[in-house]
């Protein structure tokens, strides 16, 4: 079956994206640290299903001599992931399935280890629950689900000041990615649970409209640029307040525990959710 059109470029772009990024935006060592911790208690090597072709999480999962099955809707993502681990090599000894998430046909209670990175907020809410089913089909009895999720915690800071956080630090990288994360925070809609970097888009033009100053005005204006080469308009997420969240996760697994790393500033809205089937 052939590749959408556009699919090879949007891999490399998203490729090229994340050597840019940092966390929470992608996994921060710590988090690597906790969940390769978590696993490596499993006494024989394990069989792992990747949502995604996050590179660190890959690697993690060939550290640990697992199986390693990877499920993505385009395998050019795969391919263009792949140059970014560590331990690329290892990556022809990896399955790898082109399909959704929602569908993809595996085997049900094969997996000990579901990881998936920021990937139930791709999701949108009605549709969560049938996501949370499908994976709970595919892993063992006792089997876990480990995903950071991002949850939505107020009170919550203003566009404003984290425009003051990129301008205090010269736009170095890290200040845009954490505008971006919480950015999103800053425009989600409790009504629907959703955020989108449209309303990131729309914030910052209202803010370069009301600006008076000639200078900050100009500030704002190249952080609206580097906002749209990074992060492309047209995309949304979705997410529940954190008590809403756990009780939809508690109707699928046990929530047997919940990490925080401690390398980001938003390791409090980016909890490790460790379920347990």
């Known amino acids: 079956m052939a590749e959408p059109k556009g699919a090879l470029y949007h891999a490399q772009k998203m490729a090229n994206q994340w050597q840019v990024y940092t966390p929470p935006n992608k996994p921060s060592k710590s988090e690597c640290q906790i969940i390769e911790k978590f696993i490596a208690r499993h006494k024989r090597p394990a069989r792992i299903l990747i949502l995604g072709g996050t590179p660190e999480f890959r690697d993690l999962a060939h550290i640990q001599k ?35 998430w929602l569908t993809m046909p595996v085997a049900q209670n094969y997996y000990d280890f579901v990881l ?34 991002p949850v939505s915690i107020f009170p919550k800071k203003s ?92 109707k699928y697994f046990k929530i047997f525990d919940i990490e925080y790393s401690t390398d980001h500033p938003f390791v409090d809205q980016c909890p490790i959710y460790f379920l347990k089937k």
């Open 159 to 250: 566009i404003q000041e984290f425009i003051n956080l990129v301008i205090q630090k010269r736009f170095n990288q890290t200040s845009i990615s954490e505008f971006a994360f919480g950015g999103l925070f800053v425009v989600y809609k409790m009504k629907d649970g959703s955020m989108s970097t449209d309303g990131i888009s729309l914030a910052l033009k209202k803010a370069w409209q009301t600006e008076k100053n000639t200078t900050r005005k100009k500030q704002i204006t190249k952080l609206i640029k580097i906002f749209h080469q990074q992060w492309p308009l047209g995309k949304t997420w979705w997410t529940l307040p954190k008590e809403k969240g756990e009780r939809m996760f508690k």
């Open 66 to 100: 697992a199986e390693v099955t990877c499920v993505d809707v385009s395998l050019d993502m795969l391919m263009a992931m792949t140059k970014l681990m560590k331990r690329g090599k290892e990556a022809n000894q990896e399955i790898w399935m082109k399909a959704g």
């Open 116 to 149: 998936g990175d920021l990937v139930i907020n791709n999701i949108p809410i009605k549709l969560q629950p049938k996501f949370l089913e499908k994976i709970r089909e595919v892993l063992k009895p006792g089997g876990y689900f480990i995903t950071r999720h």
